[in-house]
């Protein structure tokens, strides 16, 4: 029998796999396609306090290996979630994280201060770092101070261990990572999507209607496989990897790396069971290989 729980500290995880958040809906959207019981946990749809449109159209962008994105968090906030979402939730046997968002600082604490008296959470997840919302954006991941200060706010509220969300897009992401850490970070996932755009060449116009997006997808891997790898050298905090992961092997890089667990986004748009699906190739490499738990390959890169 293979162990494949994931022990952070703060919270065990019966596998290393999660859905990322901005991909999987608020989870139950992909119950009628996979067991959600079957994955480590997911991480439902960025959350402000109250409902977000988000960006005009168009809003995806299909590129080599790769989408880049400009939704721009919309969202339904979080009164609607706690009363027609989580009820539903609440019936699964895995990790519920909320990814919590905020066009201020204070408005993450707000977010996380209301989510604090509903059952059935696990974790949250701070999204300090998308790159995609042009008006009202809160991008604090930018540099340590602020990312500092936000991290250090949503703490003294939180009832709840807190993930910090990293974004590629700074010239040296373990300074800004070390920084969270410092401000009482339980975690870190990273990386979240990288600043993209993409231009109509007949009508010489952005694809976007935001101009800019976030890239995501199997063209990200080797820069998210490279970052998790300098952050995890430095922090003494569980670190989530993310960014282009779409099978087991990909999953298996990442905590070969260091990272804890991973996050799968832009595969779940590719196929509904890709989570299920890395899981079992997970399972199978550890089967073939005679590894009788995950966590004995964590951080065991021959350097």
């Known amino acids: 029998m293979i162990d494949l729980s994931v022990d952070f500290g703060f ?3 019966k596998n290393p796999v999660l859905a990322a958040s ?19 946990g997911f991480v439902v749809k960025g959350l402000y306090y109250s409902p977000r449109p988000g960006n005009p159209p168009q809003r ?4 080599p290996s790769g989408l880049i994105n400009a939704i721009g968090l919309q969202g339904i906030g979080v009164k609607k979630f706690a009363e027609d979402i989580l009820p539903q939730l609440r019936k699964y046997q895995t990790a519920i994280i909320v990814n919590v968002c905020g066009e201020t600082e204070e408005e993450y604490a707000k977010v996380v201060d209301f989510l604090n008296k509903e059952d059935g959470i696990s974790l949250y997840e701070i ?3 998308c790159p995609n919302v042009k008006e ?3 991008c604090p991941a930018q540099n340590p101070e602020s990312t500092y200060s936000v991290v250090h706010l949503v703490k003294e509220v939180s009832a709840r261990p807190v993930i910090t969300k990293l974004s590629p897009n700074v010239t040296d992401i373990v300074e800004i990572a070390l920084s969270a850490q410092e401000a009482g970070s339980d ?10 755009m993409a231009i ?13 997006g976030g890239l995501s997808g199997p063209a990200i891997k080797p820069l998210a496989l490279r970052m998790v790898y300098q952050v995890v050298k430095h922090l003494n905090i569980p670190v989530i990897g993310i960014g282009g992961i779409m099978t087991g092997q990909d999953a298996l890089e990442f905590l070969i790396a260091g990272a804890k667990a ?42």
Do not use: M, W
């Not at 995806?60 to 590129?63: D, N, R």
């Not at 975690?187 to 993209?196: D, G, I, P, Y």
């Not at 109509?200 to 800019?212: G, S, T, Y």
């Open 22 to 40: 901005g991909t999987f809906g608020y989870g139950i959207e992909f119950s009628p396609f996979i067991d959600l019981n079957k994955l480590g």
């Open 187 to 196: 975690a870190v996932s990273l990386v979240n999507t990288f600043l993209a």
């Open 262 to 303: 991973v996050q799968v986004g832009t595969a779940n748009f590719v196929d509904p069971e890709a989570t299920v699906k890395i899981i079992q190739d997970i399972q199978r490499h550890c089967q073939f290989n005679n590894i009788t738990k995950i966590e004995d390959i964590i951080g065991t890169l021959n350097e």
């Open 200 to 212: 109509d060449v007949e009508e010489r116009r952005p694809k976007l209607a935001n101009i800019l």
């Open 11 to 13: 919270i065990k995880l």
């Open 60 to 63: 995806l962008v299909e590129t």
């Open 136 to 138: 009202g954006g809160c």
């Open 127 to 129: 999204n300090i770092s």
